[in-house]
């Protein structure tokens, strides 16, 4: 308790930090914005910048490999330049970027049924992960294949909630749904995973 | 408590953020300890997969030039891009109700069609319809993609409620001109 207490204020004040830090993220974002809409074409490349990495991210949980993750991630940003004139600034600009994202997703797995995600695929441009061991990776590898084999809305509201730790609401911003539905979809969304990975050596950690 | 918790609040209890009765019911009812339980390992392995092997820096470059050029070849957005589209509706509603004294109707079939001779005809300059004509031809091509895109209709529907009276506004407007105009 009094170790509790002592921290309060040092908390408190990162709190306050990670408040600061993402008002001036989302003041920065709606300069950005206004600029395109200006018709300012290279002030998106500055958004491009600043949630490349996000947006790769999230498409590869969705793919589970490089290449169609590089290619849906394109087609997210062209997707969003086009529709930037009708971005009011109802959501953050980050929350209509993933949403855009996420239906990228959703319709690139569609035209691909069935899932074909050969986990043995070579990345060789990328750089190797930083202190691991193979069975780390193959574990990973496992968890990664499990996760992107889940259905539509719980792999979604899992891979926003637990890899990119937004909050339930901004996931059901993102997902337009209720906060009721994002909890119970990630509740299915976890209890499938463990049945997907029921008997391999990963239960047994 | 009665029955069983709805699962978004067993999820409460497997973030370990759920209030003490409902931890207690989860503890004392098999079935929700089971549910729970597997959540939670369903979280412990969704950590081992954290980590995503990363590009190398030089991607992230060359990602953003890959799609600086896309976006250099892709037409620019316009911001309003439904008002040519409208100006063009509006131009050929315009245009139909002008020349709709001049379209022949079957009464009129039978009978030899007068022209208005030349002179009673406004100077060009003044002549709303060829106005209109032009216009309808400097917006061809943005129409055609738009018309392509959405439909008139659809334009319209995207219309936030004060633009779609703009829009009511600025047709009832120059119909009444017309009809002016074709009277006079």
């Known amino acids: 308790m009094l170790v509790e207490a002592a921290l309060d204020p040092i908390l408190l004040v990162a709190s306050s930090d990670a408040r600061v830090s993402r008002d001036a993220l989302r003041s920065d974002d709606e300069r950005l914005v206004l600029a395109c809409q200006r018709g300012e074409r290279e002030a998106f490349s500055g958004l491009v910048e600043r949630y490349q990495r996000d947006v790769y991210r999230l498409c590869y949980r969705y793919v589970n490999n490089h290449h169609d993750a590089s290619d849906m991630a394109q087609e997210a940003f062209l997707k969003a330049f086009k529709a ?24 690139f797995r569609q035209s691909r049924r069935p899932a074909h995600e050969p986990l043995s695929e ?25 996760v992107a084999k889940l259905p539509e809305k719980q792999r979604a509201t899992l891979i926003l909630k637990l890899y990119h730790e937004l909050t339930h609401e901004e996931v059901a911003r993102i997902l337009g749904s209720s906060v009721g539905t994002v909890k119970a979809n990630l509740f299915h969304a976890l209890n499938n995973l463990r049945k997907a990975l029921a008997g391999s050596a990963l239960e047994a950690r | 408590m009665w029955g ?14 759920a209030a003490s009765e409902l931890r207690a019911h989860a503890e004392g009812c098999a079935r929700c300890r089971e549910r729970v339980d597997g959540a939670r390992a369903g979280l412990g392995l969704a950590r081992e997969a954290d980590a995503l092997p990363e590009p190398s820096p030089m991607y992230w470059e060359a990602f953003r030039r890959r799609v600086d050029r896309e976006i250099v070849a892709a037409p620019a957005p316009r911001a309003w891009g439904w008002r040519p589209a409208l100006l063009s509706a509006a131009g050929l509603l315009v245009l139909v109700a002008a020349l709709n004294p001049l379209l022949p109707t079957p009464e009129s079939a039978q009978q030899p069609r007068t022209l208005p001779a030349w002179s009673a005809l406004p100077p060009v300059a003044e002549d709303t319809t060829l106005q209109l004509i032009s216009e309808l031809e400097a917006t061809e091509e943005l129409v055609a993609a ?39």
């Open chain 2, 4 to 17: 069983h918790p709805p699962d978004e609040r067993l999820l409460d209890i497997a973030f370990g953020v």
């Open chain 1, 84 to 107: 930037l004139p009708s971005f009011r600034g109802d959501s953050s600009f980050s929350t209509w970027l993933y949403r855009i994202a996420v239906n990228t997703c959703l319709n």
């Open chain 2, 146 to 184: 738009e018309s392509t895109r959405l439909g008139i209709a659809g334009v319209v529907d995207e219309l936030s409620e004060a633009e779609q009276r703009e829009l009511a506004q600025t047709l009832q407007t120059l119909l009444r001109d017309a009809r002016a105009g074709n009277k006079s």
């Open chain 1, 122 to 146: 070579a990345l060789p441009d990328l750089a190797p992960p930083v202190a691991q061991s193979i069975e780390d990776d193959e574990r990973a590898a496992s968890v990664r294949a499990a």
